[in-house]
């Protein structure tokens, strides 16, 4: 069993800054791809940003320029530092990622989410 779960989110003003994390916790024996979702009320769930286990990143084109993705691959954690924040920028954020099991199956899982909430 593997469990994702996310940390960081809150309240903040418009023009600032909140750093995600997703840390991975369970028997596995790697994580490939990383990526951070969020969801808006009343929209979809879109993809924010990916890195691979090699560490190339891809970013929504809203958030670049203003949010990084990083990885620890030692600490099994995900981050997302976010910086200029934006009333746009409310949502869900969710951690998504890809194990090697300890049976050397690939799996997906979630992570519950974290609310960020940019006030104007």
């Known amino acids: 069993q593997v469990q994702l779960v996310e940390s960081g989110g809150g309240l903040v003003q418009a023009g600032g800054s909140l750093r995600l994390s997703c840390a991975a916790s369970?028997?596995?024996?790697?994580?490939?791809?990383m990526e951070w979702y969020r969801q808006a009320p009343g929209e979809q769930r879109e993809l924010v940003a990916t890195?691979?286990?090699?560490?190339?990143?891809a970013y929504l084109d809203s958030a670049k320029g203003r949010f990084t993705i990083s990885r620890d691959n030692a600490k099994n954690t995900m981050y997302l530092q976010m910086n200029s924040l934006k009333p746009e920028d409310t949502a869900v954020y969710s951690c998504?990622?890809?194990?090697?099991?300890?049976?050397?199956?690939?799996?997906?899982?979630w992570g519950r989410g974290t609310q960020v909430t940019v006030t104007s």
């Open positions: 890195i691979t286990s090699g560490g190339s990143t």
């Open positions: 998504y990622a890809e194990v090697t099991t300890a049976a050397m199956r690939s799996l997906a899982y």
């Open positions: 369970g028997n596995f024996f790697g994580i490939n791809v």
